[in-house]
């Protein structure tokens, strides 16, 4: 199997498993826009029950912190792929879920979060044996940048 | 009007707006289960759209970020209103909007979260004039410690 | 062996470790006030040396942080030797020193570190096969809260 | 008075509280190595004092959260004085010292703190009437990602 073969494998398994079988994932309406393992990200669109306050028709703190947390474990998960190639495969086409444990998760609130639709990004800033670190962004339509946010997973 | 109709009038308003009128609580079936000012409570049932592994059948983290993010509002919002009665006050009975801010949320993931339904509690552990700061706990229907986190808000 | 001689030789070795072995907290001047497994205390001395602003003769910020990151360790090593008797135990004398990684700290500073002496106290909220997690607090010497704080140990 | 001239006024005054002022930061040995707005960094050399684990001969994680923390006050005075270049400018040439405090700060340590120095950054990532928050990092000699962090400081 080519580089390029499981890599396309590995962004059908993705989206597989956080897009469709994660059933908060669907109820919030997160959608992996990019799979480029240089560049992942997720996008959801505005939509009314997403609202934390009414008045100023901005995002419920729970979905910033919720789409980071995903955009960590998605950032996460292609690191471990680029560790080992093998990582969230299955013989069967049935969908491996990975089997890594959020310790904890920061998420600072920078601007409110409104737009037609936001973006996640995120990186991996530490690969160990045992622990992950994953900082992550969420901009609004215009480039805003809405939050930021760290979290350690423990992989190993 | 005397303390006990201020606090029911405090409890309802409370009821109001995090209940009804915040739509991403509605969709996440979170209930204000106590307004006791001493020891306020929130309760949510497991329902399969809240689950993010569905192998282990575990909660979402960010099901969990969202319910102590919500809970820290709450207990912000009776130390404010201990601090002054007017606080959330409507003459006219329709909902006043909170005008405070999380800055930001740190949550510590201790154990899966397994359970039919969940409570989650909390405490201001500082009202300054500008910020504010709680801590927040989440357990389950055996009293197991599922996740803390602390919370800044900016309220003045 | 019974249990009472290996408390006191955890407790030997603790104080070596921590008060004579490590550098930095002989600078700070930090003391083990407590070894009582149940609520272990460390304390130190106000000293012109840990000033951070000179106009309000307050703690810096940094000798917070680093008090609450001891007292973290201290806690982990209890609750690693309540597990296991033999951890941190030398047959020589001669100091183990011990094999945890901080992953993360966060502390909130909740009001000015003015006193002439303070305390910090701190548990173990989580004690996993590979993680802990451990809450921390910061008195002064008239009872009010400083700081509180939370870290994740990578332990095994 | 000119722009330039307020700039090394400003770099005075950051120089003068900083290094000299603040007994903490002198008894760490931390140095204003750039005090260029757009890219300022705070240095220290590796000495016997700042070890935490002597036998791997690595940085105290109070010495990482130490700098980390003093790095976040230097860039949110530094925006401060972008906005309101009266900001920590006195007329007789005594310090004035800041008036800001620091709310919270999350540390994320990514690998041990070896080296012969060691340098930070950081940089405003929100800057609002009352809050502002950094984000900050430590690198080492050979340009290894020693730490992460996040700070929010109230300021008005």
New interface residues.
Partial sequence: MTTKQQREQLAHQLRSIFEE????????GFKLASLDPKNPRIRFDMR?????????QIL????I???L??MAGVVVHIALFEKDSEHLMSRDGRPV?PNI???????????PGRGAWFEASGEV??MGK??A?A?MQLENDTGE?IA?G?A?Y?VG
């Fill in positions: 079988h994660v059933p908060f994932n669907r109820l919030l009314p029950e997403l609202i934390g306050n009414p008045q100023r419920h703190g729970g979905v912190s919720s789409v947390d995903l879920f444990g959020t310790i904890d998760l920061r998420v600072d609130y920078l601007r800033v530490r045992r622990i670190v900082h940048l930021t760290s350690a423990v």
